[in-house]
């Protein structure tokens, strides 16, 4: 569910003496629907296919995690799919961003079970799942810590459990990464955002999230013990991965 209404992003729209690291802060999370529905292409198209994966592979009496849930809309359209008899956890390290999520999980679910913890999700256990969401939030865990994360995960699926996660990369090829980073701006740019919020936004994730290519993803998540992975879904520098356990 997103805001009818939401606080458009005007963050990065006034030249800043000193662009700090970017942080999930209030100002970000009263603005967070705009700004990613503006910057991550896709991302719509993403929540709207979430609910037909779920149908196939959310198991009755099994809990769905999203790590990272920021307002709840992964949350929101995995419930939409998903058998009444789950329950659904989100977990988030910002207390801003989860008091939005407490508001909206509140208007949309009514049928499941649902709790959020505000905590690292590195430290969160992962027990008797069937769906794992990871949307836009392994790019901000340190990269020698995203195999530890994912081990976890795998750990805690039940036999035909799953992991979503989406993220943006890079690709090897020197050309295809400019090409696609520079129409990713251009998207940026016909959703509003000016040359100066462009920059200024860059700068401030540019020793925060650590993109990598698709293949280093898709061997770490064999590695951690993920049966195969696929991906469902890639708008210019953005991908939607299925990484499935394998059924008993």
């Known amino acids: 569910m997103s ?43 993403t929540l709207s296919l979430m609910p037909l994966i779920a149908k196939r592979y959310a198991q009755e009496q099994t ?15 995995i419930a939409n799919g998903s058998p009444e008899s789950t329950s659904l956890i989100g977990v988030d390290n910002s207390q801003p961003m989860l008091d939005r999520c407490q508001a909206n999980l509140a208007l949309a679910i009514d049928k499941q079970a649902w709790e959020l913890r505000c905590c690292d999700i590195l430290e969160t256990p992962i027990e008797n799942a069937s769906v794992v969401l ?22 805690g699926l039940n036999p035909g459990g799953i992991l979503l ?32 919020e462009i920059s200024q936004k860059r700068s401030s994730l540019d020793n925060v999230l ?35 356990k394998k059924p008993k």
């Open 134 to 155: 990871l949307n836009f939030t392994l790019q901000f865990i340190p990269v020698e810590r995203r195999l530890e994360l994912l081990r976890s995960i795998a750990s």
């Open 165 to 196: 996660i989406s993220e943006k990369v890079r690709f090897p090829d020197p050309k295809a990464q400019q090409d696609l980073f520079d129409l990713h701006h251009d998207f940026k740019r016909d959703n509003g955002y000016s040359d100066l």
């Open 63 to 77: 809990r769905i995690y999203d790590l990272g849930c920021s307002l709840g809309a992964g949350m929101i359209a």
């Open 3 to 45: 805001d009818p209404n939401p606080s458009k992003d005007r963050i990065y729209a006034q030249p800043l003496e000193r662009v700090g690291g970017f942080v999930f802060d209030d100002s970000v999370a009263s603005v967070f629907d705009d700004m990613i529905r503006r910057s991550v292409p896709g991302y719509a198209m």
């Open 210 to 244: 650590h993109a990598e290519t698709i293949e280093e993803h898709k061997a770490r998540l064999s590695d951690a013990g993920f049966d195969h992975c696929e991906t469902w879904l890639q708008c210019f520098n953005f991908v939607s991965m299925l990484a499935i």
